[in-house]
T-cell receptor, first 115, second 116 residues
């Protein structure tokens, strides 16, 4: 069965410094992986997705993630944090099957950005 | 394109009442997924529906919960005899028919259910 583990429940950075949110996955087959962001009391917004094309995936708002099969990782990075990046981030895996594409969510990482 | 529309945004119910949550998928999307987010947790899959058909309900509680997606109108998630533990945010996502757009989900803004 597939699953994702987000290694940090909280990450705090200063504005202008790099962001690293860690995610490891477990899957018997080639997974598809996503990062979603959720701002307080809002819905989920897709940041980026990996679907077996390029291993370095660029997303919105300057975020990117690298799929590393050897490390079973899909860490999310951004070179320079902005105050507006403060939110909850979810790493998500899905395994396309014949009749369902349900998403498996990690437990989330709360990113705080200090001035 | 209005996106995925969920209503109401907030719903308060007393214990024992029924809660009905609605989801209108994006135009052109015929597949709907419901997820539940308990406080301080990630989203958990509940059910996957196509029009007039439940495809996967492996995440639905065995009792009190039901879902439908009729030929006309929105998808409905129904919770009978609500209890405090049902308080959560319920999100709907829609997608186009598989396999043409497997990886294209759009989420609604959610319905936040509070049971008092």
């Amino acid at each position: 069965a597939q699953s994702v583990t987000q290694l940090d429940s909280h990450v705090s950075v200063s504005e202008g410094t790099p962001v690293l949110l860690r995610c490891n996955y477990s899957s018997s087959y080639s997974p598809s992986l996503f990062w979603y962001v959720q701002h307080p009391n809002k819905g989920l917004q897709l940041l980026l997705k990996y679907t077996s094309a390029a291993t370095l995936v660029k997303g919105i708002n300057g975020f990117e993630a690298e799929f590393k099969k050897s490390e079973t990782s899909f860490h999310l990075t951004k070179p320079s944090a902005h105050m507006s990046d403060a939110a909850e981030y979810f790493c998500v895996v899905t395994l396309p099957r014949a009749n369902t594409d349900k998403l498996i969510f990690g437990t989330g990482t709360r990113l705080q950005v200090f001035p | 394109n209005a996106g995925v529309m969920q209503n109401p945004r907030h719903l308060v119910r007393r214990r024992g009442q029924e809660a009905r949550l609605r989801c209108s998928p994006m135009k052109g999307h015929s597949h709907v997924y419901w997820y539940r987010q308990l406080p301080e947790e990630g989203l958990k899959f509940m059910v996957y529906l196509q029009k007039e058909n439940i495809i996967d309900e492996s995440g639905m509680p065995k009792e009190r919960f039901s879902a439908e997606f009729p030929k006309e109108g929105p998808s409905i998630l129904r919770i009978q005899q609500v209890v405090r533990g049902d308080s959560a945010a319920y999100f709907c996502a829609s997608s186009q028919p598989l396999p043409a757009s497997r990886m294209s989900y759009t989420f609604g803004s959610g319905t936040r259910l509070t049971v008092v």
